[in-house]
């Protein structure tokens, strides 16, 4: 039995420092090293819900290749549960663009998923559901068409979440994710003013609007609206980019301990805040708060 099953998501960051973002327009700049390690928000998630103590599996695809390598050796340091397909495709990839004060522009290669039939079996897929007590699923193309299967295999109890991250409320990509989910998590970035009509709109889902260094609304679905403040890093902020995976990730820990809502989001907005003060998400042990 796992206590979270995480879904898609799994790639490779290639952080890049720079003085602004954007960056100065210019032929070439110098820039600190630039190493390959592992990232994309299924990982966020997964090695945040780990450091925080939880029993994670993780299903997805990856490449026969180096970036493949780099997220396999990362995972094989954890005890994270992983069920991994080979995606002809190759793995996912991010250029990673981070500003003095930490915050980051990504750019995205999805390495969409090529292969003639689905990477996993419905009945594959399904047994993992039942074996989990939450189910989270990131808005992979090869997730996208299994949704209805992994949402039929639900146990009673058991809720599904996914974070739409900078979905404006009208790209249809998006929309079956937020459908199938329970709990969904999105970005405020380009719903601006929006957010309450779209929060109204997934009503009785509970819907949780990041803002960055404002905080989140948390939207319950009853009609309601809580404000979330942000939280001061405890050190200095070197690396936003999974903070609101780890934001996710401790929401659904406090959930899952028994906390209500309001008070799952206010931790993890201790938590988003504390990942912030790493350079990438392979958190060593204590530094993200588990209460």
Excluded: K
């Amino acid at each position: 039995m796992f206590d979270l099953l995480v879904i898609g998501g799994l790639g490779v960051d290639l952080r890049v420092h720079v003085p602004a973002i954007p960056p100065p327009a210019a032929d070439s700049m110098t820039v600190p090293p630039i190493r390959a390690r592992i990232g994309n928000t299924g990982a966020g998630v997964a090695l945040a819900a780990h450091a925080l103590g939880l029993r994670v599996a993780l299903v997805d695809v990856l490449g026969a290749d180096p970036a493949g390598a780099v997220v396999r050796a990362a995972l094989a340091r954890t005890s994270v549960h992983t069920v991994l397909g080979d995606s002809p495709g190759g793995t996912r990839q991010s250029v990673n663009l981070v500003d003095p004060a930490g915050r980051r522009m990504s750019l995205y290669d999805p390495a969409p998923w090529t292969g003639a039939d689905a990477p996993f079996g419905d009945d594959r897929l399904a047994a993992l559901v039942r074996d989990a007590a939450h189910v989270h699923v990131s808005i992979m193309d090869w997730a996208r068409d299994r949704l209805p299967v992994l949402r039929a295999a639900l146990p009673d109890g058991v809720a599904l979440s996914t974070d739409l991250h900078d979905w404006d409320g009208q790209n249809p990509y998006h929309r079956p994710f937020a459908e199938a989910a329970d709990l969904v998590f999105v970005s405020g970035v380009r719903l601006g003013d929006d957010a309450p009509a779209l929060a109204a709109a997934l009503a009785p889902r509970t819907v949780l609007v990041t803002r960055g260094a404002d905080g989140a609304d948390l939207y319950p679905g009853d009609g309601t609206r809580h404000h979330v403040p942000a939280t001061v890093p405890p050190a200095p902020v070197v690396d936003s980019n999974g903070a609101g995976d780890a934001f996710a990730a401790a929401l659904i820990a406090g959930r899952l301990a028994g906390g209500t809502v309001p008070d799952a989001a206010a931790h993890a907005a201790r938590v988003a805040a504390a990942a912030c003060t790493h350079d990438g998400m392979e958190y060593p042990p204590g530094l993200l708060p588990t209460r």
